[in-house]
C-alpha cells in the first residue's frame, strides 16, 4: 500500500468521526425539541399552563441565559406542533433501529389519560418513513 492510501484512509476516519459527532449533536437537538415540544403539549392541553405562560418561559431563558437562541416563543409552539404532529408514530412497527426512549419530566399522558410512550430513533431515516406517510410528505 502506497503512503498515499494510508493517509488517505487516516483522512476518511477523520471525516466518519466528523460526521458521527455531527449526527450526535443533530440528534440530541431534536431530541431535546421533542421533550419540550411533549412537555408543553402536555401543560398546554391540560390546562395546566395557559398561552402566557409560554411568552413568559422564552423570556426568562432568554434572560437565564442569553447566548441560547433557537427557544423563543415561536419556536417553542413549534417544538410543541412538531411533538403533536409526530408522537404517534410507531417506529418499531417502522423497523428503525437504535430506538431509545425521550424521558420527559413527569410522565406524559393524553387526554384519555392513556400513557405515551416518546420513541425517537439514534438515526432517523426519511426513507423508513416510506409507507408509513403519504407520498407528498416523503417524497418517495
Given at each position: 500500500m502506497e503512503l498515499q492510501q494510508h493517509f488517505q484512509n487516516i483522512r476518511q476516519l477523520i471525516r466518519q468521526a466528523k460526521s458521527d459527532a455531527w449526527e450526535a449533536v443533530n440528534t440530541s437537538f431534536v431530541s431535546v425539541r421533542w421533550q419540550i415540544g411533549g412537555y408543553l403539549s402536555l401543560?398546554?392541553?391540560?390546562?395546566?399552563?395557559?398561552?402566557k405562560v409560554v411568552d413568559s418561559l422564552a423570556v426568562w431563558l432568554r434572560q437565564q441565559d442569553p447566548e441560547l437562541q433557537g427557544f423563543d416563543r415561536r419556536s417553542l409552539y413549534r417544538m410543541r406542533q412538531f411533538f403533536e404532529t409526530w408522537h404517534h408514530l410507531d417506529f418499531e412497527d417502522?423497523?428503525?433501529a437504535n430506538k431509545h426512549v425521550l424521558p420527559l419530566v413527569g410522565s406524559l399522558s393524553s387526554r384519555e389519560n392513556t400513557a405515551i410512550e416518546i420513541v425517537g430513533s439514534l438515526t432517523p431515516q426519511l426513507t423508513q418513513l416510506q409507507g408509513i406517510l403519504p407520498k407528498q410528505v416523503t417524497g418517495c
Open positions: 401543560k398546554l392541553n391540560e390546562a395546566n399552563y395557559g398561552a417502522m423497523g428503525i
